[in-house]
Antibody
Framework: EVQLVESGGGLVQPGGSLRLSCAAS????????MHWVRQAPGKGLVWVSR????????SYADSVKGRFTISRDNAKNTLYLQMNSLRAEDTAVYYC???????????????????WGQGTLVTVSS | DIQLTQSPSFLSASVGDRVTITCRAS??????LAWYQQKPGKAPKLLIY???TLQSGVPSRFSGSGSGTEFTLTISSLQPEDFATYYC?????????FGPGTKVDIK
């Protein structure tokens, strides 16, 4: 069974930093691209960042580019999100997510959707 | 970036009702669309992928259709456990955009 457990959330002042972790189990972590998605209180889902299976390629939403860094340690089955220069608008539940895949008749694969952890709350406030 | 819109934003329905939610993309995304259900305080749950394929374990009252820019999620007979917020997500580009959500409430 796929399990993703986030940790590291909490209250931080504007301008501060926080590092989120996501411990993965129940699957071969090193084979999957991983993502962070956030949800501000009472709002919708917003994709934040993604990293490929070996950590060599990353991408970010414009709203966090230059402030957040996604990384992974495949030996520890753990995904990270380093968040710097935090702003009030970064307040949200942060979800770690794993890609799911499906295959066509040619054996080519596509992303089906995301499998999610339970989330960790980050509150940026003075 | 590809933008997604959903309609309606909110709908009030009764148990047993047939419910349809629409998701529109700002440009063609073929069938690279997923639907999720989210209940308060919980993580989203994948319902449908590739626009119309039911995720394993999801009840058959849920169905999806569409391709290109217009997609629908249908619940054929609404059950008490289906009252939740539903999101679409495009998987055509690396922005992995989500729609703004449709909240299904009890009439």
């Amino acid at each position: 069974e796929v399990q993703l457990v986030e940790s590291g959330g909490g209250l931080v002042q504007p301008g501060g930093s926080l590092r989120l972790s996501c411990a993965a189990s129940g699957f071969t972590f090193s084979s999957y691209w991983m993502h962070w998605v956030r949800q501000a209180p009472g709002k919708g889902l917003v994709w934040v960042s993604r990293i490929n299976s070996d950590g060599s390629s990353t991408s970010y939403a414009d709203s966090v580019k230059g402030r957040f860094t996604i990384s992974r340690d495949n030996a520890k089955n753990t995904l990270y999100l380093q968040m710097n220069s935090l702003r009030a608008e970064d307040t949200a539940v942060y979800y770690c997510a794993r890609e799911g895949y499906y295959y066509d008749s040619s054996g080519y694969y596509y992303v089906s959707g995301f499998y999610w952890g339970q989330g960790t709350l980050v509150t940026v406030s003075s | 970036d590809i933008q997604l819109t959903q309609s309606p934003s909110f709908l009030s329905a009764s148990v047993g009702d047939r419910v349809t939610i629409t998701c529109r993309a700002s440009q063609g995304i073929s069938s690279y669309l997923a639907w999720y259900q989210q209940k308060p305080g919980k993580a989203p749950k994948l319902l449908i992928y590739a626009a119309s394929t039911l995720q394993s374990g999801v009840p058959s009252r849920f169905s999806g259709s569409g391709s290109g820019t217009e997609f629908t999620l249908t619940i054929s007979s609404l059950q008490p456990e289906d009252f939740a917020t539903y999101y679409c997500q495009q998987l055509n580009s690396y922005s992995f955009t989500f729609g703004p959500g449709t909240k299904v409430d009890i009439k």
